[in-house]
């Protein structure tokens, strides 16, 4: 089976460590860096730290059953940047997921997102409230935004299309905080934001890249041990469809996602193959539509 490349998927999995709580569908590691912020008073970043992984883990946001080794791994790594005055934060968010890959011991990322749009207001033991259907805190709803994204890209790694429902649950999200005018809900601005992700997950023109969740991780990765030949096949025809939408959308969010989240793994899958045609083909279309890594030049035969 693929071997993990410890240097460039150790940050990502550290933050994929299981959560202690009673949990339902998520399992999150919440890490709060807060080394930036001047301050005597240090609790008020433990007890954030502790209230956000009670939200996500603790909350039912799915009508299915889960058993405890079903929960979907995933991180949220926060770096607070500024604390402009008690209860109030900017921050740098990092939102990461891992799926298991059958027949293996081995967990693949399945996203790896950078939100710097983070601002909200949080107090010492203060609860954390949440409704779908309306805006009450920025906090909260950012949470539950990548909760439901968390879902979507889960489910649609194990069916086609199958987290279509999770991300209608994260348009309303979007709808109800945009009203709010803080940063990563609006239209326009940044093509990195909250709006432009779930504008892409939700935009027909790109339904291929959320076609190549499932046939990557379940058509592709999940037969790895059986026929590692086909599986590569298969990925290659993934990274074609990539190729696709970035003609039309290069600088789509979801596109530049999925490189962050997949290039270390993809080089690792092609740079093993014996197919010497096919290694070339992918590394030709890599370092197209990648350019800034060099990683891809592992591929290429010695």
């Given at each position: 089976?693929?071997?993990?490349?410890?240097?460039?998927?150790?940050?990502?999995?550290?933050?994929?460590?299981?959560?202690?709580?009673?949990?339902?569908?998520?399992?999150?590691?919440?890490?709060?860096?807060?080394?930036?912020?001047?301050?005597?008073?240090?609790?008020?970043?433990?007890?954030?730290?502790?209230?956000?992984?009670?939200?996500?883990?603790?909350?039912?946001?799915?009508?299915?059953?889960?058993?405890?080794?079903?929960?979907?791994?995933?991180?949220?790594?926060?770096?607070?940047?500024?604390?402009?005055?008690?209860?109030?934060?900017?921050?740098?968010?990092?939102?990461?997921?891992?799926?298991?890959?059958?027949?293996?011991?081995?967990?693949?990322?399945?996203?790896?997102?950078?939100?710097?749009?983070?601002?909200?207001?949080?107090?010492?033991?203060?609860?954390?409230?949440?409704?779908?259907?309306?805006f009450i805190s920025?906090?909260?709803?950012m949470l539950a935004?990548?909760?439901?994204?968390?879902?979507?890209?889960?489910?649609?790694?194990?069916?086609?299309?199958?987290?279509?429902?999770?991300?209608?649950?994260?348009?309303?999200?979007?709808?109800?905080?945009?009203?709010?005018?803080?940063?990563?809900?609006?239209?326009?601005?940044?093509?990195?934001?909250?709006?432009?992700?779930?504008?892409?997950?939700?935009?027909?023109?790109?339904?291929?890249?959320?076609?190549?969740?499932?046939?990557?991780?379940r058509l592709a990765?999940?037969?790895?041990?059986?026929?590692?030949?086909?599986?590569?096949?298969?990925?290659?025809?993934?990274?074609?469809?990539?190729?696709?939408?970035?003609?039309?959308?290069?600088?789509?969010?979801?596109?530049?996602?999925?490189?962050?989240?997949?290039?270390?793994?993809?080089?690792?899958?092609?740079?093993?193959?014996?197919?010497?045609?096919?290694?070339?083909?992918?590394?030709?279309?890599?370092?197209?539509?990648?350019?800034?890594?060099?990683?891809?030049?592992?591929?290429?035969?010695?």
């Amino acid at each position: 089976m693929i071997k993990i490349n410890t240097i460039l998927l150790f940050g990502f999995l550290c933050l994929l460590l299981p959560f202690s709580g009673n949990g339902q569908e998520l399992n999150c590691k919440v890490t709060i860096e807060s080394g930036q912020i001047q301050t005597s008073d240090r609790s008020v970043f433990k007890d954030l730290e502790r209230a956000i992984s009670t939200f996500l883990n603790t909350r039912k946001w799915t009508n299915d059953s889960y058993k405890n080794h079903e929960r979907i791994e995933c991180g949220i790594f926060l770096n607070i940047t500024q604390m402009p005055a008690i209860g109030q934060f900017k921050a740098n968010a990092q939102i990461t997921i891992a799926r298991p890959v059958y027949n293996s011991n081995y967990q693949s990322v399945l996203f790896n997102f950078a939100d710097r749009d983070w601002e909200f207001e949080y107090f010492e033991s203060q609860p954390m409230e949440y409704n779908d259907n309306t805006f009450i805190s920025n906090l909260t709803s950012m949470l539950a935004f990548y909760a439901y994204v968390i879902l979507a890209m889960d489910y649609d790694s194990f069916s086609e299309l199958g987290g279509t429902q999770f991300i209608q649950k994260a348009l309303i999200v979007v709808n109800n905080a945009q009203s709010s005018g803080r940063p990563g809900w609006q239209p326009l601005g940044s093509t990195r934001s909250r709006n432009a992700l779930l504008e892409n997950l939700n935009n027909p023109q790109m339904v291929d890249l959320r076609k190549n969740n499932y046939a990557y991780h379940r058509l592709a990765l999940d037969t790895f041990d059986k026929n590692p030949d086909q599986s590569r096949e298969k990925i290659l025809e993934v990274i074609k469809n990539v190729k696709k939408v970035w003609t039309i959308y290069p600088t789509s969010i979801f596109v530049i996602s999925f490189f962050d989240t997949k290039s270390a793994e993809l080089a690792k899958i092609f740079s093993e193959g014996s197919n010497l045609n096919l290694r070339r083909e992918a590394f030709d279309i890599l370092s197209q539509v990648d350019p800034k890594r060099d990683i891809y030049q592992t591929i290429l035969p010695k």
